[in-house]
């Protein structure tokens, strides 16, 4: 086994960085949303038990890892945009900041992250889970960004 | 049955395949390995966050980008199955380990109640006001996102931080 591991590491460059496996992808196409599910639940349950923002985003972004080593990384590539998820990472950061800010405007009046201002019911809990639901998406998209920043390799350089 | 020895067991030799082993793919599966063992480490110490994200992060994602690391680079070829020992390097780290040992007389013992941890004002005022004043069930959440919201802004900072101080060093402005 290690041998024909060996050998599609060693002929990677050749072919790309893609290898097309019939057992990977189908395997991958059964247990991709679940694994996606899982994380959604890590996300937004990890308030009360246990899990959270982070271990969901990485959870999450485990799924466009399995995607980009079955189907490919370029086509992965393709279909995410590289653009987009700079601006989704960015966007993740700005709500996570925006719901610190809310608490402090006028009608709240509270301090920053004071979810309690709101008084709304459950209010700190629906506070808890939306800032858990802004780090999943900071981490997942950052984490798909180094996946396709390594993949990618320094533009000129040379794979030898 | 007692499950600390063998796992500490495994966590060493796993350690240890990591350092020794020549083949760079062996030993990142070893790397890999030793990940979920002590995530395996933190449910026996009843971490669970922690041991999520040991597994997630140590034995997933960092696999994940270590084997594209070596699809883009060489590995050493040979016959020999494991590193030579470097003496002076190996000493270093048995002085090292040393010195950290002698720290362990001064840990509690796992789940003592008289631990400062437990005892501390601020562990009890948590415990006892995190669930009517968060309004969640899992104080660790309710430390991480309520009490200390501003520090977890500031670590979901780091990570987007780290992604953006990628792109400034490969000189892009997309992960592309």
Sequence with gaps: ?160 | MNVELPLLAFVLGTALATAVLRDVLGAIIAFATYSLAIAVVWVVLQAPDVALTEAAVGAGVTTVLFLLTIAKTVRPSGDRVLERLHWPALGVSVLLVAVLATTLGALPAVGDPNSTVITSEVTQYYLANAYEEAGVQNAVTAVLASYRGFDTLGEAVVVYSAGVGLLVVLGREVFA
């Excluded at chain 1, 960015?90 to 920053?112: E, K, Y």
Aim: glycine residues 14%; aromatic residues 12%.
């Design chain 1, 1 to 160: 086994m290690s041998d024909a591991e060996a050998e599609n590491l060693d002929t990677v460059d050749d072919r790309g960085s893609y290898v097309e496996s019939p057992i990977i992808m189908a395997t991958v196409r059964v247990v991709a949303p679940f694994v996606f599910t899982y994380g959604l639940y890590l996300m937004f349950h990890g308030a009360d038990s246990s899990g959270g923002g982070f271990q969901g985003g990485v959870v999450v972004a485990t799924v466009m890892l399995m995607l980009g080593i079955a189907f490919g990384i370029d086509p992965l590539r393709e279909w995410v945009r590289p653009a987009t998820l700079v601006v989704i990472v960015s966007l993740g950061v700005g709500a996570f900041l925006a719901i610190g800010f809310a608490t402090m405007l006028p009608p709240f009046d509270g301090a920053f992250l004071e979810y309690l201002a709101f008084g709304f019911h459950h209010d700190s809990k629906y506070g808890i889970e939306a800032v858990e639901l802004f780090i999943g998406v900071i981490v997942a998209s950052t984490i798909t960004g180094l996946f396709f920043a390594i993949d990618a390799g320094k533009e000129g350089g040379d794979n030898e």
